[in-house]
C-alpha cells in the first residue's frame, strides 16, 4: 500500500497489512499510523479575513487554543493516557497544522513545533514519564504561554492590520509588550486581563465570549489605552520587552526533559483568564 508522510508529504510503499499500524517515514524518518487520515480542512467561511489582509480573529485565538488543548491538559485525563499514540499520528499533525495556519511569523511557528517534537520524542523515548508528562502539560497550561501568544496575535492582527499612524501602531507594540510583561510577572492580575480581553470580544447567543473579527481605529485605540492604563497602574518599565512564548515553552520541556518537572515543584494552581472561544459558524 502507499502511504504518505504526515510530517514532510513523501509517498512511500509500505507492506499491503500496515494499515493501522505504526510506519516510519523512508524520508525523514517520523512515526506515523499508516491509514490516518488528517483531520478535515477548516471551512472557508471560518478563515474570514479584514480588509487590511491580516490574519482573522479565528487565527488570532487559534494557536492559543491549540496549544491549550493539545498541549496543556483539557481533557487532560485522555490526553495523558493516550498520548504515545496521539503524538505519532493526529494529535501532532493537528498541532502542526494549526500553527502553521495561525498567521504567526515563521520562525515562531518553526520554535512551537521544534519544541512540541522535542515533548513528543521525549515521552515515546521513555525520557518523561506519564507522570511526568502530566506534570509538564499542568506547568505549561499555568505558565504565561497562552496569553503571551494571544497578546502577540492581538498586536498582529488588530494593531498592525489597523489603519492607525506607523508612530502608533509602534506605540501600541510597546504597551503590548508592557502589558504582557505585567501579566508574566504578575503585576497585573487575571481580572485585568479580563477587562482589556474584554474590549476586544463579543458575547455569543450561548452566554459565552469571542474575539471579534475587527475592530475599527476607535476600537484599537480603546483597547490600547486600557493595557496602557495597567501597565502603568503594574509600574511596568516603558523599555522594549519582546513577547516570546517559544522560549517560555522550551524552557518548561527542556525542563522536562531534565526530570526536574515533578508535583511537588509545581506552585500552587492560580486562576487564569479563560480565552474567548473560537466563533462557530
Do not use: W
Request: hydrophobic residues 35%.
Amino acid at each position: 500500500m502507499q502511504v504518505r508522510c504526515p510530517q514532510c508529504q513523501k509517498m512511500f510503499s509500505a507492506p499491503d497489512d500496515s494499515a493501522g499500524r505504526t510506519v516510519q517515514c523512508q524520508s525523514c524518518g517520523r512515526d506515523f499510523v499508516a491509514g490516518a487520515q488528517p483531520p478535515p480542512p477548516v471551512p472557508s467561511g471560518a478563515e474570514a479575513s479584514t480588509s487590511s489582509g491580516g490574519p482573522s480573529a479565528l487565527q488570532v485565538i487559534g494557536i492559543g487554543c491549540l496549544v491549550l488543548v493539545l498541549l496543556c491538559g483539557l481533557g487532560g485525563y485522555f490526553v495523558v493516557r493516550n498520548f504515545k499514540r496521539l503524538a505519532t499520528n493526529l494529535a501532532r499533525q493537528a498541532a502542526v497544522q494549526g500553527i502553521r495556519s495561525a498567521g504567526l511569523p515563521k520562525d515562531i511557528q518553526d520554535g512551537f513545533i521544534k519544541h512540541i517534537d522535542r515533548l513528543v520524542d521525549g515521552y515515546k523515548s521513555g525520557k518523561i514519564s506519564t507522570e511526568q508528562l502530566g506534570t509538564t502539560l499542568e506547568a505549561i497550561a499555568e505558565s504565561p504561554i497562552i496569553p503571551m501568544t494571544l497578546i502577540l496575535l492581538a498586536d498582529t492582527h488588530y494593531v498592525q492590520g489597523s489603519g492607525l499612524s506607523d508612530a502608533e501602531k509602534q506605540a501600541g507594540t510597546r504597551t503590548l509588550q508592557r502589558f504582557c510583561r505585567g501579566v508574566v510577572e504578575e503585576t497585573i492580575d487575571s481580572d485585568q486581563v479580563d477587562q482589556v480581553t474584554a474590549l476586544i470580544s463579543e458575547p455569543k447567543p450561548d452566554g459565552g465570549t469571542r474575539f471579534k473579527e475587527a475592530l475599527t481605529d476607535q476600537e484599537v485605540r480603546t483597547f490600547l489605552a486600557k493595557a496602557k492604563e495597567f501597565a502603568d497602574a503594574a509600574e511596568v518599565p516603558d523599555e522594549p520587552c519582546p513577547i516570546d512564548p517559544v522560549a517560555t515553552f522550551g524552557e518548561l520541556v527542556d525542563k522536562a526533559l531534565a526530570g526536574l518537572l515533578t508535583p511537588t515543584t509545581q506552585p500552587a494552581r492560580t486562576r487564569r483568564s479563560r480565552p474567548p472561544s473560537v466563533p462557530r459558524r
